[in-house]
């Protein structure tokens, strides 16, 4: 009974403090500012207005994605094929060297054939998308677009039985999903987080847009260079993206009903205002702090994958080669998801980093092909026909990519911030589960049909 | 001698945030403020550091610490995570309070947004409750020029009793000013006195019974008016947090 009085007591008197607080607050700003009377201040509330409705809002958010991602495709193109060609030509100058001071044919294989060669693909394919996607993806962080996305999203998040600043950390997600999962920690019940955490590699990182983009760009085609190609590409990457929300969702929802049970708490969002980018800090902040770091640790990781793929598929045991020994064993498992050994051991291999499988399937087949030098999308394209893809290998590569293991990177990232192995290895386990499933499916359906 | 009460309790305190003072002439310096106000841009102006910036709230998940001089003097500087309130009703109000409280940094700079002053204030009010040694920070001052809002910056550091420094972080506007003010109340050139709220008769009443009581307990900068406060609106955090110190002056005598 005392009890009582005293909690009941002390709610009136913190009632009073922050009644005094407030008044005071409101006290001050009547004496030290002063307003002009403008009707253009009302403007920014009508855009969030349409930003965030429930009817305009998801169109907008879906129109400003998509025109960025074609930004990104057609803009890459050209870029891309100039650094391939200075790359490459730079290979034959080193190729030059080699043979001049008689090196042994192994060390050249290992450094330029495998090493170098990695690299430039890293390189040639990665750094043009990203050099027009970072600055994009920052200004509009800058200017305050991106939790109006989170708004628009919250709703969603909150009947799959998860936290709506969910979305926020999926937003950063799209950035990095190490920084996805750190950014997780705003999220204040421990069930949430957990959902936050283990969901967070459902939406592709920029390690693994160029993979989308590139793929989807093959599955398209480049026959045309037209405007229409490239909607359609872009339109192919949102369409993987949205897959990608509502899978989010969908294991959000299976993790809260089931081992993660519990209602979602509520939270209050502030939509920052709209402030005017700074042009300049946006192209030097996600060029120096995004695209160089993002390439840096590709090329990092690149360089002695490229080494170990060299080696791998030129020493050989029995006439074949350790790689075509690899892909031979992982092939039964391979097809029955719409893959092959090849892509599967690259996926592995690109555990450090995902920006590099690519890179790693296509010195693969590099390796076991004659083919010599590869100038454009279209001859990869041709490379890959010849060695037996089809569409649905383009897209279930495209579904791997976006659902499967987090890389080292996020995993060790994962293990910092819960502290536990068992949601380490679930945080593995579950998209892996969810990206072989899917597949299977699709494959499934594919045979069916054709 | 060495482990006095004083310096064991602020090295616990300290600990936490891994902050360690090399020498007397390094001042501890607090960033506090409402979420999205440009607490780590006028950090990163400051110390040189690139701490990732954004426009949207609570992108300041962990303390950011760094480093920078002037003049004499060298300052470390703590980015805490920005709240609306000091109450703790989340991890981020919490940090932020028991680092302004309990990490006693030589002067605590609170970064507010011109353009909603009112909404800012609350927290001023709360912060200037616990420590007088604070200056106030209008930050973004270029958006209120465009939404045609003023601020009388004397005016408020009249009505608050603290420095003000009006700043545009962005175009380093005003930053030299700020490194002065902090300078200036580091070295106690100018002794920040905040004009305190008057509550309610009832619980000013409690306040003068509590006060006399709680005083003798504290053994640092704490204020015990604001210790009292919080007994009254039922914190029983805080409560545990003292019990705690005193935990800790047992041990030093100990010792």
């Known amino acids: 009974m005392v009890d009582y009085c005293q909690i009941n007591k002390s709610d009136i008197y913190r009632d009073y403090i922050v009644t005094s607080l407030y008044k005071r607050a409101n006290e001050i700003e009547k004496a030290v500012v002063s307003y002009s009377k403008d009707k253009k201040v009302n403007i920014d509330d009508i855009i969030d207005l349409i930003l965030t409705s429930k009817l305009t809002g998801f169109p907008i958010m879906l129109l400003i994605l998509a025109f960025i991602f074609w930004l990104t495709i057609a803009g890459a193109n050209i870029p891309s094929k100039l650094l391939a060609n200075i790359l490459f030509s730079i290979e034959e100058k080193l190729s030059d060297i080699f043979i001049c001071f008689n090196a042994p044919s192994w060390l050249h294989g290992i450094l330029i054939l495998g090493m170098f060669r990695t690299a ?47 979305s926020l950390t999926m937003a950063m997600g799209f950035g990095c999903n190490a920084a996805g999962v750190i950014s997780c920690r705003i999220i204040d019940s421990p069930r949430e987080r957990l959902i936050a955490i283990l969901t967070n590699n459902f939406v592709p990182c920029n390690g693994r847009f160029p993979t989308l983009i590139a793929i989807s760009t093959i599955l398209i085609g480049t026959a045309s260079h037209s405007f229409l ?3 359609l590409v872009s339109g ?26 519990g209602t979602p708490s509520t939270f209050s969002l502030e939509l920052p205002p709209f ?3 700074q042009i300049g800090r946006i192209i030097i902040r996600s060029i120096f702090d995004r695209t160089l770091f993002v390439l840096g640790r590709a090329v990092a990781v690149a360089l002695p994958a490229g080494a170990v793929i060299w080696l791998l598929a030129n020493i050989t045991i029995g006439d074949i080669s350790i790689l075509k020994h690899i892909a031979n064993f992982l092939d039964p498992f391979a097809l029955a998801i719409g893959l092959d050994g090849v892509i599967v051991l690259a996926f592995f291999l690109g555990l450090p980093a995902n920006e590099i499988v690519l890179p790693i399937i296509f010195m693969s087949y590099l390796s076991t092909t004659t083919m010599i030098e590869i100038e454009s999308i279209e001859q990869m394209r041709q490379l890959f026909i010849s060695n037996g893809w089809t569409s649905l290998t383009c897209l279930n590569i495209m579904l791997f990519s976006l659902l499967h293991f987090p890389c080292a990177t996020t995993l060790w990232t994962i293990k910092k911030e819960t502290q536990s192995i068992k949601w380490t290895l679930a945080s593995f386990i579950i998209p892996t589960v969810v990206a072989i499933l899917i597949c299977f499916i699709t494959k499934s359906i594919f045979s069916l049909l054709f | 001698m060495g482990l006095t009460c004083k310096s ?3 090295k616990a305190i300290l600990d936490i945030y891994n902050i360690v003072k090399a020498n007397p002439n390094q001042m501890l310096v607090a960033l506090a403020g409402n979420p999205n106000t440009g607490k780590s841009t006028i950090f990163n102006e400051l110390t040189g550091l690139k701490q990732h910036t954004g426009n949207w709230p609570g992108k300041t998940v962990t303390n950011a610490r760094g480093y920078f001089k002037n003049k004499d003097k060298e300052f470390i500087l703590v980015d805490l995570p920005g709240t609306y309130s000091l109450f703790p009703n989340s991890v981020e109000e919490e940090v932020a309070r028991d680092f302004i409280c309990f990490g006693n940094p030589d002067v605590t700079v609170i970064v507010v947004d011109a353009t909603c002053l009112e909404r800012n204030l609350n927290l001023v009010l709360q912060i200037l409750e616990i420590t007088d040694n604070a200056i106030l920070c209008v930050n973004l001052l270029d958006e209120a020029k465009r939404k045609k809002i003023q601020v009388d910056l004397d005016r408020l550091s009249v009505e608050l009793g603290i420095p003000v420094v009006g700043t545009i972080a962005r175009d380093k506007k005003g930053l030299k000013n700020l490194k002065d003010a902090i300078y ?28 006399p009581m709680i005083t003798p307990l504290i053994t640092n900068k704490i204020n015990p008016r604001w210790i009292a406060l919080r007994m009254l609106d039922g914190d029983i955090k805080i409560l545990e947090r003292i019990s705690q110190n005193s935990y800790c002056k047992g041990a030093c005598n100990h010792g």
């Open chain 1, 120 to 166: 430039v693909w890293v390189i040639s394919v990665m750094l043009p998308p990203m050099a027009i996607f970072f600055p994009c993806f920052t200004l509009l962080e800058d200017l305050g677009y991106l939790p109006r996305v989170a708004f628009n999203l919250d709703r969603l998040f909150k009947k799959s039985g998860a936290h709506g600043k969910q």
């Open chain 1, 229 to 231: 190609n490239s909607f």
């Open chain 1, 236 to 261: 192919l990457v949102i369409i993987l993206i949205l897959l990608g929300i509502v899978v989010t969702l969908l294991v959000s929802l299976i993790a809260s009903k089931t081992f993660l049970k």
């Open chain 1, 275 to 277: 402030r005017k980018p």
């Open chain 2, 8 to 10: 064991c309790k602020r």
């Open chain 2, 184 to 211: 200036d109340v580091c070295v106690k050139k100018i002794i920040p006195q905040p004009k305190k709220i008057t509550y309610p008769k009832e619980i000013e009443d409690e306040l003068q019974k509590l006060i």
